[in-house]
């Protein structure tokens, strides 16, 4: 990191910014060959960026910008498994999960593969062994249900890749999520599930998270007192870092995966984290998973910056998020199975780079995380896409979509393909005043009728898109968009000079729970020294629940 360039490459481009007055239609209009040159092609994934509000030269002055942050030595450090994790001392290295070679990879100087092909070897034995039936259930029939309890990073992974992957789930099982210490999550789960023939997977990196260690007690009790204390043992699964805490809860030794501290929980899911989804559709589709995870590794590891994925897609958002003041992202899969995807991301780039102290301790000295939000199209049409095409906040949108469908009907998916490209077209031409008016005129509207209602069917337009489109959602093209992301955030937070791989933010809100569990327990303890808005409300709670 070179401050000195830092501060030449943000000057640059701010004076760029100042000064970038052509719309994206006008830039179509003068290089006839601006898709050819602004799309990217990996495999079977197509990133097509040339929808943004970016030339060459805006392109080159993000370049600089990274540079000048040091994004190649921050990578040869992320790679060899330096402590980049520096207010945890820890390397962050999930891509070590997801490399098939025979090759090592080291983590602070110890190769970490031998152990990670160890456990990847025993996890997909003992999923292959509950898919087949040959681990079954205390009433010796094959599992037909898998619950996996845990939150955050150990359920939004499994969870979205579970729902992307639908069509290559076996058929006669069914998985299921629970994450929330409300207990209605689990309470309407239980009531409905063949309770004989389900098993359960513990997960949770630390095995202390509130949520799930409630969740993991309450299930386990009501397997004891429904099938007897003795099939808890062949019901029950759990996945960790913290190995002796598992014991403690009374789980078999060769039930419980391992990982390690140098996997971030939102980065988890190419882990033990992902026994659910190896259970679900099988070792074979769980490698491909992982193969697409190790291409992005490769492809962010050797391309220039000018032809890099992750970097391009980083620097894209940081143009609009700190030079144009955009708040907010929008991700819109064209993608039914990708419903939880925007979830996903949520947790993976808001809790990695929503911070705002730099590595040396100093406040960021520019805007970090954007909001990211989104739901499937067509849906969000019929939403708020009114806001996304007049709204006053210009939100760019990254669109995901298939070429082909996987086991839909290819009529509705035709319809789906035209209504992705038209949203994307729609936000970027916009329809201006003459046009509106000379329609309307064409409908022979009064003169009065036009001028009441034309500024009403005005679009801006020039609102900017990326476009993601794949053969097939695939589990090796999902690991690629998964990959993406998590490198995007990884350039990100080295241009803001932040730490992406730690979450002290989450700290607070869980140790005042602590503290304000017992006073909503006990109605007595005294509510002195509490904020007045919270002892109103714990004093009205205390009254409901007297009532
Ligand atoms: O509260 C945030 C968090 O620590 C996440 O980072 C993590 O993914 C989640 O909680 C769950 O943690 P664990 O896997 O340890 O239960």
Known sequence: MNREDITKAV???????????ETVADLFRVDPKRFENFHIKLDDVLFDYSKHRVTRTTLDLLFALARAAGVDERRSKFFGGEAINITEHRPALHMALRKLDDGPMFAQGTDVMPAVRAERAKIFAFAEAVRNGTIKAANGERFTDIVNIGIGGSDLGPRMVVTALTPFVADHLTIHFVSNVDGADLGDKLKKLPLATTLFIICSKTFTTLETMTNAQTARQFVSEKLGEAAVADHFCAVSTQLDKIAAFGIKPDRVFGFWDWVGGRYSVWSAIGLSVVIAIGAEKFEKFLLGGQDIDQHFQTAPLESNVPVLMALLEIWYHDYWHYMTRAVIPYDERMNRFSAYLQQLEMESNGKSIQISGEKVTQSTAPVVWGEPGTNGQHAFFQMLHQGTEIVPVDFFVAAQPSGADPKHHQLL????????????????????KSRLTAQKLDQAAIDALAPHKVFPGDRPSSTFLYKRLSPRVLGQLIALHEHKVFVQGVIWNIDSFDQWGVELGKELANELTPLIRDSDTSLEGLDSSTRGLVTEIRRHKKG
Do not use: W, Y
Request: one cysteine or more.
């Open 11 to 21: 000057g640059a481009l701010q004076a760029h910014r100042e000064a970038s007055h």
């Open 417 to 436: 393909l035209a209504n992705c490209l038209a949203q994307s077209q729609a936000l970027m031409q916009g329809r201006s005043l003459e046009e509106v």
